[in-house]
């Protein structure tokens, strides 16, 4: 906001001249970033804050309460997911008076990712001129529709539409929400409230799976229609981020949805200051997007998004989770697949729950690690199991062995590459680009979804279970280099320490002050 680096109480005493001056400086009268304030209300604005402690800790209530509001939308994209394991059976048992088949299922559970490939590029425009909270209000309208067309299903192709529709809600929140938390958090907790996305996601697949003991499909479909409105009501109570507002050019309401986050008692303009640089610097540098995407961070920031993503889908989580049951069934266990598979997702919810818990004390880059290391173990282990037993050996000894990798490994999937890839996307990315590069890396992490979902079968078919686990641990491997190598730790870095860290050039007030006196 100011040219120069100066002291608080400096800044107070200067002259409505001098802050005119300084601003005139920062900001270009073309800039959208242009403060809609005269001199002297910025400057008793800034006076009203004398007092409030300018360095000490934030009040970060307000931050987890938006955090645990904005990712209902995960909860709503888990219950999306998770309706066809339950209700697939029940489809084909000719529920709602027509004929749906086994392939009519398949299909049915692949067009959920076909959706949010739609969705995810969508969106990726619309959150920077709409809002991030204006568009998760706006996508409940297309999330109950397709609910109601499920209820209300005459045909087949009515939940088909249904599917896609609620697909398309589920990508678009998954770019729309995990953006929101990383601009709302201070740097401190950030990574918590990144990994509540993907422990809404497990609550909502724990939730269907749970109503898929008692209910049937028109009540399993009703509980899911009904959390988008639910979700509605909570939206209202948050304000929109505060870097959308600077986006914008509306410093007031910036200040004031800053305030709500921060707390009345701490000193908000630092780190106000700090952003409007930081969005001044993106103007002043902004290129046509596709000179954008050709910037070091932005390269970084995609590989590392595209990366994150591609091994989160392809070191088998899906698979695992689908033949959850059969491996239950392979050790002789008595326990029922609906049971089974409420075991899973009670496993899942726990273990990311401890992830938000740690993130932000051990770091992304040692719980990735642990994470893609662990899984790889397991699907080894799953694979010489399944092995050995096609091969007909006596496997009576270690029939322990698929239902405790099983476990550990959906444990350590939900430590590590479960949530953290998520939350990373909303840290990585240049301001200018931000929305639709998470676009680009959502859109691929639900087209890898789908490539497992609807051709995991086929592979089994084609190679056999264990060479399919086994090609799950050569991933896993890969995975390995790719985290020691590529992410970056971004635990403890605010948004401009990170794009330093991928490549950017410093934000330095003198340079600034040069280049306007050489422009002028």
């Known amino acids: ?219 399993l479909s009703v509980a899911c229609a009904i959390v988008p409105l639910i979700y509605l009501c909570f939206l209202v109570l948050i304000p929109e981020s505060p870097f959308f507002y600077l986006m914008k050019g509306d410093v007031d309401n910036a200040r004031l949805s800053l305030r709500f986050f921060r707390g009345r008692l701490y000193n908000i303009e630092p780190e106000l200051n700090t952003m409007q640089k930081s969005l001044a610097k993106t103007e002043r540098e902004r290129v046509p997007t596709i000179e954008a995407f050709q910037t070091k961070p932005a390269k970084r920031g995609l590989i590392v998004g595209l990366g994150s993503m591609f091994f989160q889908q392809f070191t088998g989580c899906n698979a695992i989770i689908f033949y959850a049951t059969a491996i239950f069934t392979a050790t002789g266990s008595k326990i029922q697949s609906s049971t089974s598979t409420v075991i899973v997702g009670v496993m899942a919810v726990i273990s990311t729950y401890i992830s938000t818990l740690v993130v932000d004390k051990l770091g992304r880059k040692i719980l990735l690690l642990f994470s893609v290391v662990s899984m790889g173990i397991c699907t080894f282990l799953i694979g010489g199991f399944f092995y050995l037993k096609d091969s007909n050996y006596n496997i009576s000894s270690i029939a322990f062995i698929p239902l405790v990798s099983l476990c550990i490994f959906i444990i350590a999937f939900s430590i590590g590459f479960g949530p953290i890839p998520w939350m990373m996307i909303g840290e990585i990315f240049p301001a200018q680009i931000k929305g639709i590069s998470s676009s680009i890396v959502c859109m691929s992490n639900w087209f890898f979804a789908f490539l497992v979902t609807k051709f995991f079968l086929t592979l089994v078919s084609a190679i056999f279970i264990y060479n399919t686990f086994f090609l799950f641990t050569f991933f896993s491997l890969l995975g390995i280099f790719f985290v020691i190598l590529i992410v970056p730790e971004t635990k403890g870095k605010t948004m401009e320490e990170i794009q330093l860290l991928l490549g950017a050039d410093p934000v330095l007030p003198e340079n600034i002050e040069n280049q306007n006196e050489i422009q002028g």
Not at 112 to 141: E, Q, S, W
Not at 167 to 172: D, I, K, P, T, V
Not at 199 to 213: A, D, K, R, T
Request: aromatic residues 12%.
């Open 1 to 219: 906001m100011f040219s120069k680096v100066k002291g608080y109480d400096e800044i107070t005493s200067s002259s409505d001249e001098d802050e005119a001056k300084s601003l005139k400086e920062v900001f270009s009268e073309k800039s959208p970033l242009v403060v809609k304030q005269t001199p002297v209300e910025a400057r008793t604005s800034t006076q009203q804050d004398v007092g409030r402690e300018p360095h000490g800790d934030t009040f970060k209530g307000t931050q987890y309460f938006a955090a645990l509001v904005v990712t209902i939308g995960g909860f709503i994209v888990g219950t999306t997911v998770g309706w066809s394991s339950p209700a697939g059976p029940l489809l084909e048992n000719n529920h709602y008076g027509f004929n749906v088949t086994e392939e009519n299922v398949s299909w049915i559970a692949a067009l959920v990712p076909f959706g949010a490939l739609l969705g995810c590029p969508a969106i990726g425009g619309l959150v920077d001129k709409l809002g991030r909270k204006n568009m998760m209000i706006i996508l409940t309208a297309p999330t109950f529709i397709g609910w109601a067309m499920i209820i209300w299903a005459q045909s087949v192709v009515w939940i088909y539409v249904g599917r896609i529709l609620t697909g398309f809600a589920s990508g678009s929140y998954s770019v729309i929400v995990p953006l929101y938390t990383s601009e709302i958090a201070d740097k401190e907790i950030r990574g918590t409230l990144g990994n509540y996305f993907q422990l809404q996601v497990n609550l909502g697949i724990l939730f269907i799976y749970i109503l898929g003991c008692y209910f049937d499909v028109f009540g």
